[in-house]
């Protein structure tokens, strides 16, 4: 069932086992399979079926640059920022659960790696296909990325990342959801604080509030899923009134991280060309090669976790020669603020100023092209049920630059902060501050180098890229927008973290939280595999403690 606060009795929102705020992809995931398990969900979201203005006055505040405005990169309506995704799935690795000697803050608490058991349950919930990121996905005849690959290994190896449809868990739970008996959605509400006993170990109500009144509804166990900021900044609201929750402040709002992500340098192939578009697996899911190091050669040369993939050429640069780039270019107007920060990404926009004429040059003279990348846009993304992500165009020179994610360090001093603003439920605003720690930097420009001397062991590739200018690119990368990580983090005490292996948070016998926030460590994955894996194991631990409802 679907509703809206102001027509619904408050005892009936106080019958529920579980009480969920917001319905994004974890908060979605969970009530899902908690319903599936017969128990009764309250799922609580502050957006409605769209966004709306009146609703993002409650995502405004501040975040230093180069960090997106809190405005950027989330979106609150039902199915939460499962609207905008690109939908790439990607797992951590196994080592990203473990303690590693050079990566400070890194081990996440026993236990914990039994979340990659869930992978394939949460493949499912994305549409992703199955839990195999290997390249024999593609069939038992697959072919590497180009034929040397195999050269490069132990220490350089491939794998693969894999496209959800995008799904949009909004859609496609919405009619599961409707019909249930059990879970009762509250649409354009928000949860404005919790409130707990004196002891601060048990929160006895949460206080939500619609835009007109505020309610206090009594609640058995809690969940946050409110996305990574959100989570964080609920936490800290209540926190100011619960003094009990003291010993949360060690790590409460600090260890924010987002991946970094850097587009340079080129590999240069003689001759055969890589595989460089969108390929699908056997089961039909779109999937895209990429190259890592392995876990030893890591800890041997002291990176944090990272993985390469060949990137296009900057749609901005007219240079491309590709009509297809320069159509998506012009037309970028069109598109979500989100998706032009993609495209403009890494390139000097005063640099690229005043060159319209060369682009629409390039449509003229490479019209086929554009009429072929038309047809393709019609009828395999806009109206394909599962599109192909993005626009593929190599260069014509057999060059492709590199797109470098990594993990970044977990560092105090990145992190979340409440302003003395408010917004118009009275909660204070939030301030995000993130940096490249040295750490990064290092591990960054070391990687690139290493990478640069695995290729010298191929006869057809090479990695090309100005030394003197890997500094200053390092330094200048830019966190990838939309992965919230690490401030509400996972560890065996509070001393070191806010909720533990269950993702309990420390010394509250009924507050759970499902989101990024948990992160102990970010890995170079994007993060909404691992939080609908999280989200769907907190629902078998809930199972075990919850009572059904009558
Ligand atoms: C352009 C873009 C591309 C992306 N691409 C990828 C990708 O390819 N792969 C990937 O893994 N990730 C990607 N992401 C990130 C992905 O969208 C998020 O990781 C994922 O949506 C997070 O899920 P969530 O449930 O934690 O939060 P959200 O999806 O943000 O949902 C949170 C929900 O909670 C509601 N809410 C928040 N606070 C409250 C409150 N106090 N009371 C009530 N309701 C509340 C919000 O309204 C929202 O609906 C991308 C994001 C963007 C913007």
Redesign the pocket.
């Known amino acids: 069932m679907i509703g809206y606060l102001h027509y619904t009795k408050q005892s009936e929102l106080e019958s529920y086992s579980v009480c969920v ?7 979605i995931s969970l009530a899902i399979k908690l319903s599936r398990s017969g128990h009764s969900v309250l799922l ?4 409605d079926w769209q966004e709306t203005p009146e609703v993002v006055d409650a995502y405004v505040g501040e975040a230093t640059a180069p960090h997106p405005q809190t405005t950027e ?10 609207h ?7 797992p951590l690795d196994k080592h990203d659960f473990e303690k590693r000697e050079h990566v400070p803050a890194s081990g996440w608490p026993a236990g914990a790696a039994e979340i990659a058991d869930y992978y394939s349950q949460a493949l499912d919930y994305c549409d992703a296909g199955e839990n195999n990121f290997t390249i024999t996905a593609f069939g038992p005849n697959a072919k590497p990325i180009f034929s040397e690959a195999p050269l490069l290994e132990p220490e350089l190896n491939e794998y693969i990342e894999r496209y959800s449809l995008p799904t949009d868990f909004g859609q496609k739970f919405r009619q599961e959801l409707t019909d249930s008996k059990s879970v009762y959605v509250l649409l354009r ?4 604080a919790l409130n707990t006993n004196t002891a601060g170990n048990i929160v006895t109500s949460v206080t939500l509030h619609d835009g007109n009144q505020a309610l206090d509804v009594k609640v058995k166990q809690v969940v946050l ?4 900021i ?1 989570t964080t900044r ?1 936490m800290l609201v209540s926190r100011q009134k619960i003094p009990a929750w003291s010993d949360l402040d060690n790590s409460l709002g600090k260890y924010y991280a987002c991946h970094y992500d850097l587009i340079f340098g080129a590999l240069r192939f003689s001759g055969e060309r890589p595989v460089f578009d969108f390929q699908k697996t056997s089961e039909g899911i779109y999937a895209r090669r990429k190259l890592q190091f392995s876990a030893a050669y890591q800890a041997e040369q002291g990176l944090l976790n990272s993985a390469f993939r060949l990137h296009f050429p900057a749609y901005a640069d007219p240079a491309h020669g590709s009509g297809v780039m320069s159509t998506i270019f012009l037309a970028k107007s069109i598109l979500k603020p ?2 032009q920060a ?1 495209l403009n990404h890494g390139v000097n926009q005063t640099a690229i100023r005043g060159q319209s004429f060369k682009h629409v040059m390039n449509v003229v003279m490479d019209i086929s092209s554009v009429i072929g990348f038309a047809f393709n846009w019609l009828f395999k993304i806009k109206l394909a049920k599962r599109r192909i992500p993005y626009t593929l165009v190599a260069n014509r020179n057999g060059t492709y630059p590199i797109e470098f994610n990594s993990e970044q360090v977990s560092d105090a001093n990145n992190r979340i902060e409440l302003l003395e603003e408010h917004d118009r439920f009275g909660m204070p605003r939030v301030s995000v501050h993130w940096k490249m720690t040295a750490q990064d930097i290092a591990s960054g420009i070391k990687s690139f180098n290493l990478l640069k001397k695995q290729f010298e062991k191929s006869k057809a590739c090479r990695l090309e890229f100005e030394p003197k200018e890997l500094q200053k690119a390092m330094e200048n990368a830019l966190p990838v ?3 919230h990580m690490g401030t509400t983090r996972m560890g065996t005490a509070p001393n070191d973290s806010v909720v533990d292996v269950n993702c309990k948070v420390h010394g509250v016998k009924n507050l759970y939280i499902a ?2 926030s948990v992160f102990t460590t970010n890995s170079h994955a ?4 691992t ?1 609908v894996a999280l989200a769907l194991r907190l629902a078998d631990h809930l199972n075990q403690s919850v009572t059904t409802k009558e």
């Open positions: 705020i917001g319905a994004g992809a974890a908060g609580i979201e502050g957006g990169f989330r979106y609150q309506r039902f199915g939460g920022t499962t905008l995704w690109g939908g790439r799935c990607v509400t928000r949860c404005i899923a409110g996305g990574g959100e609920l989100e998706y993609i927008g939309g992965h989101s990024a994007n993060p909404t595999l939080i």
